[in-house]
């Protein structure tokens, strides 16, 4: 079945694709869950995370303390995010390459600048993207996105591969956080008044998905600078 009326809404990054109509949602203020975004997207993207990874591959970096990362990491964009023995920052270099990071791919660009819109962020253009690979057993334990220069600036995190449970706390360490079901294609979007909330992803399940295999990758893309 055609759903003429359906594609000419959406236009075309949802032409064609019927069966998977995008759902949103509200999680708090400034927080916008939109289920389904980048699957329109889902081979672009994958050969897109292969071509970065190709040139940087993904490593697992060290925190401040000392603690070797379970999640991998490799970043495209003019800046790179990075944590070693002397803390976290932003970078134009890869530290492992000695080499600017590979450019940000145009569909990255593009479905974080539809995506922010749709959630109420219109203009967006982010400089930065951190590629996360999460295998079997990995995790993200619960933190604050701060490095960044404009807390006026949102950020998308599009969530691609195995299933996981996203951890969203409030502004304080303490606040207990809500578990939220993240799967294939879904994106997240925070800004305004969700911004600085505490969030984290909690050991992932072994399990098997039909694009990316025993992994999720999850793309988080911002304004650094
Ligand atoms: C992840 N995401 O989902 C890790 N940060 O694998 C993040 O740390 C994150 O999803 C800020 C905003 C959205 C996020
Ligand atoms: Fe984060």
Redesign the pocket.
């Known amino acids: 079945m055609t759903r003429p009326d359906h594609d000419a809404m959406t236009g075309d990054l949802f032409a064609g694709t019927s069966g998977a109509l995008p759902r949103y949602e509200t999680l708090c203020p400034g927080a916008m869950l939109l289920r389904g975004f980048a699957r329109p997207a889902e081979a672009a993207l994958q050969a897109a995370i292969d071509h970065v990874a190709r040139a940087a591959p993904f490593r697992h970096m060290i925190t401040p303390g000392g603690y070797r990362m379970s999640v991998a990491m490799t970043n495209c964009g003019t800046y790179g995010w990075v944590t070693d023995r002397h803390g976290y920052r932003y970078d134009t270099i890869d530290p492992e390459r000695g080499k600017p990071w590979p450019p940000m791919p145009k569909v990255f660009e593009r479905l974080a600048h539809d995506a922010a819109e749709a959630a109420g962020f219109p203009g967006f253009t982010p400089d930065a993207c951190l590629i996360n690979r999460y295998d079997p057993g990995a995790r993200?334990s619960l933190?604050?996105?701060k490095d960044e220069r404009d807390y006026d600036q949102p950020?998308v995190?599009v969530s691609l591969g195995l299933p996981a449970t996203f951890l969203f706390g409030g502004v304080r360490r303490k606040d207990r956080p809500a578990q939220l079901p993240l799967t294939h294609g879904d994106v997240v979007v925070w800004g305004g008044p969700s911004r600085l909330r505490y969030?984290g992803v909690k050991r992932l399940e072994t399990g098997h998905h039909p694009l990316l295999g025993r992994c999720r990758i999850n793309l988080?893309l911002r304004r650094a600078v």
Do not use: V
Request: net charge negative; hydrophobic share 25%.
């Open positions: 993200l933190h604050q996105d950020i995190s969030h988080t």
